[in-house]
């Protein structure tokens, strides 16, 4: 079963030009990405994405100029699942450029998916292209000349292939013709450079760059990566019994870092891929407030999510299928809105249905931001001014409710603002301030 009327075409272009792109498929295939290698006699390799969220698959395949192709149902949800699939040396070309925006597990993966298929002999299209290319120059070069015929005779090649690389180069200057002045207009071809080289040095030489076309070109794992800084870990146990993480950018109030498109991209990505989101409050109390949660085995991609959400990254458990230990982080009420407004350019319709759906049912049972309650504080103390002129700090907090303390930076901010004013009377010991609203 295949999806037509894509952009995503079987051998179309690969659409990363832009930065953002590059870091949303890069999230992307660090919560869903399968990289490996194809069962067949080069190992070519493989990288796939398979997800249920069919937006989400039609723009990868879109990004990466393949297909989206159905593939088959999902054992918990009985829904169909989609993927988009690259092999060979597209493959290769996506990696590397969503390199930057990978994990070095996903890096080390694609290293060793790579170093398994040139091992076992693979070469992709260009570089056997260009090796084509440089037998035929060998060839001009050992045999000064040649008919074009006899080139192609020589190398077992169309004579329409041969043409164009002789074409090239000539452009390039590595070869000439001379034409023979018959009315057939036989060609000969010769190298531009008079001084031959003996046939051993010759191959030698040639041999150099095919080998070279054949070593992958992407950058180390060590020095290339996501670039993600590592803070020394400590294990510490909460009130619960359960181990927190701790000595991390992502510490729990800690301030957004979504000021860069890219991170708002790669977060975007990442919460599509591997997020959760729904609404949740304490058993006591009926106000449900949204969470927005990412779990995953991929320490360093919960890291970097919760240093970009400001949240501090805790231990989630075991995987039942293999074990291991797998990270969760979340950002809970305000924040979880808050991150949830950047990221909606960057999200597919479903995660944001989820979203809007979480944050109306949290409306609904009375929550509100830590920033609404604020505002509502000073609008419940610029209504006590109002009501009682020349209330003292002390009354006025005690009929609102607020509490002396913060209903003085409340009132500092009011009379900052220009909304209240402030009136002294007493002596200097005794001395007592009175509020009245800023038009009386």
Not at 91 to 101: C, K, Q, T
Not at 389 to 418: C, D, F, M, N, W
Request: charge should be positive; include cysteine; hydrophobic fraction near 35%.
């Amino acid at each position: 079963m295949v999806r037509k009327g894509l952009r995503g075409k079987h051998g179309g272009s690969i659409s990363l030009e832009s930065t953002k792109d590059r870091a949303w498929l890069g999230a992307l295939i660090v919560g869903e990405g399968s990289i490996f290698n194809k069962p067949s006699k080069t190992r070519s390799p493989c990288l796939a994405i398979k997800m249920l969220d069919k937006p989400a698959i039609d723009k990868v395949a879109k990004l990466m100029g393949v297909r989206t192709v159905a593939a088959g149902w999902s054992e918990i949800t009985r829904r169909r699942a989609w993927r988009a699939t690259v092999t060979g040396g597209r493959a290769m070309r996506v990696i590397d450029l969503v390199r930057p925006f990978l994990t070095s597990v996903k890096v080390k993966q694609s290293d060793a998916a790579v170093a398994v298929a040139r091992a076992a002999g693979f070469k992709t299209r260009q570089e056997m292209r260009e090796k084509r290319k440089l037998k035929v120059l060998v060839t001009v070069r050992l045999m000064p000349g040649s008919f074009t015929r006899r080139i192609r005779y020589a190398n077992n090649l169309k004579l329409e292939t041969v043409k164009k690389y002789l074409a090239e180069l000539e452009s390039d200057g590595s070869v000439r013709e001379e034409s023979d002045g018959t009315a057939t207009r036989r060609v000969r071809w010769f190298p531009t450079q008079v001084n031959q080289v003996a046939p051993a040095t010759l191959a030698q030489d040639i041999s150099s760059p095919i080998q070279n076309a054949n070593s992958h070109l992407s950058q180390d794992a060590n020095g290339g990566g996501s670039g993600l800084g590592h803070a020394p870990e400590i294990m510490l146990t909460d009130c619960r019994g359960r181990e927190v993480r701790k000595g991390f950018r992502g510490k729990r109030g800690g301030e957004l870092r979504l000021a860069n498109a890219e991170d708002r991209a790669w977060l975007g990505a990442l919460i599509v891929g591997e997020g959760t989101i729904y609404t949740r409050g304490p058993r006591a109390k009926i106000v449900r407030e949204p969470r927005l949660a990412i779990r995953m085995l991929d320490k360093e991609a919960i890291d970097k999510a919760g240093a970009l959400m400001g949240t501090r990254t805790c231990a989630g458990g075991r995987s039942r299928p293999t074990g291991r230990k797998f990270w969760v982080v979340q950002a809970v009420g305000g924040r979880a809105i808050e991150v949830l407004e950047l990221l909606r350019p960057f999200m597919t319709p479903a995660k944001l249905g989820q979203a809007d759906a979480a944050i109306r049912h949290s409306r609904k049972t009375g929550f509100r931001t830590n920033r609404e309650k604020r505002e509502n504080r000073k609008d419940m103390i610029e209504e006590c001014i109002r009501r009682w002129p020349g209330a003292s700090t002390r009354e006025i907090g005690k009929r609102t409710g607020v509490g002396h303390p913060r209903t003085r930076i409340y009132l500092q901010e009011l009379v900052e603002e220009g909304e209240v004013k402030l009136e002294n009377s007493g002596s200097v010991g005794r001395r007592r301030t009175h509020w009245f609203a800023g038009g009386s």
